[in-house]
C-alpha cells in the first residue's frame, strides 16, 4: 500500500516559496492500477518522486507498506527503493557505458541476488530484447531502451512500480507496445502500478485516475466496469 498524509512540498524560487503540492491525502491499495494525469506543471511528477524518496516531502508522511520513508536516512531510503520501488523515467536513465544486459544487472548485483546474471537474460527475454543485450543505449531505439529500463525497474521483483510518462519520448506504435508490456507485467506479476502520464490510451489501463490541478488532486474516476 502507498498512503499520503496531509503530503505537500513547497520550493524556494527567485519569487518567494512555490507550493508545488498541496497538503494532500489518499492511499493506493496494493496490486491497484493508477494513472495520475493533468497538465504540465499540476504536480504529477512531484508526486512521483516523493512516492520513490527520491524527493521529501515539506510536510506530512508517506507510508510504503507500512514504512514511513519521511524518517529514514539515505542509506535505508536507497536500500528500501534497491528492495521495494522499481522506477521508470521518460528519459530511460540507462548507464550509457553499459550494455542492456550490464544494465539490468547492476541493480541485482548491488542487492546480492543469487543467478543474477541468468535472472538479467530471462527478463531481456521477457520484454523482448533477448538477442540485443549485448548493445549499448546509443545502439538501440528509444522504445528498446524504454523496455530496457522496465526490465531493470522490474529486475529485483518490487511490489511496486513507478512510471513517470513511460510512452512520452515513444512514437504511437512504440508507445502501444511499452504499453502492452505494463499490462502483461502488471498481470503477471500483480503489483501495485502508478503512472504519470499524458498518454489517454495509457491512463485507461487504470484501475484509477487521479486527475491533478495546480498542486491538488481535483478529480479522482473509478474505472467504468
Known amino acids: ?30 496490486g491497484r492500477v493508477v494513472a495520475i494525469t493533468g497538465p504540465s506543471g499540476s504536480g504529477k511528477s512531484t508526486m512521483l518522486g516523493l512516492m520513490s524518496g527520491l524527493d521529501a516531502p515539506t510536510t506530512g ?16 531510503l536507497a536500500r528500501l527503493r534497491g528492495e521495494r520501488v522499481g522506477i ?19 541493480p541485482m548485483e548491488i542487492a546480492g541476488v ?7 537474460r530471462q527478463l531481456l527475454a521477457e520484454v523482448g530484447l533477448a538477442e540485443r543485450g ?19 525497474a522490474i529486475a529485483n521483483d518490487p511490489p511496486i512500480l513507478l512510471a513517470d510518462e513511460p510512452t ?7 508507445g502501444r ?6 499490462v502483461t507485467l502488471r498481470k503477471a506479476r500483480g503489483r501495485t502500478l502508478v503512472l504519470v502520464t499524458h ?23 473509478e474505472k467504468a466496469a
Open 134 to 152: 549485448h548493445h549499448y543505449p546509443s545502439q538501440l531505439s528509444g522504445g528498446e531502451q524504454q523496455r530496457v529500463a522496465i526490465a531493470r
Open 1 to 30: 500500500m502507498i498512503e499520503f498524509r496531509n503530503v505537500s512540498r513547497t520550493v524556494t524560487s527567485g519569487a518567494g516559496p512555490l507550493t508545488i503540492l498541496h497538503p494532500t491525502s489518499f492511499s493506493i491499495p496494493e
Open 199 to 221: 498518454d489517454p490510451e495509457l491512463a485507461a489501463m487504470a484501475d484509477e485516475i487521479f486527475v491533478m490541478r495546480d498542486g491538488r488532486i481535483v478529480e479522482r474516476r
Open 114 to 120: 543469487r543467478d543474477a546474471g541468468a535472472r538479467a
Open 168 to 174: 512520452g519520448n515513444l512514437d504511437t506504435a512504440t
Open 61 to 76: 508522511s508517506i507510508l510504503l507498506d507500512g514504512v514511513d520513508i519521511t524518517t529514514l536516512g539515505e542509506e535505508a
Open 88 to 106: 521508470v523515467f521518460q528519459f530511460f536513465h540507462l548507464l550509457p557505458s553499459l550494455t542492456a544486459y550490464e544494465n539490468v544487472l547492476v
Open 177 to 182: 507496445h511499452i504499453i502492452d508490456l505494463l
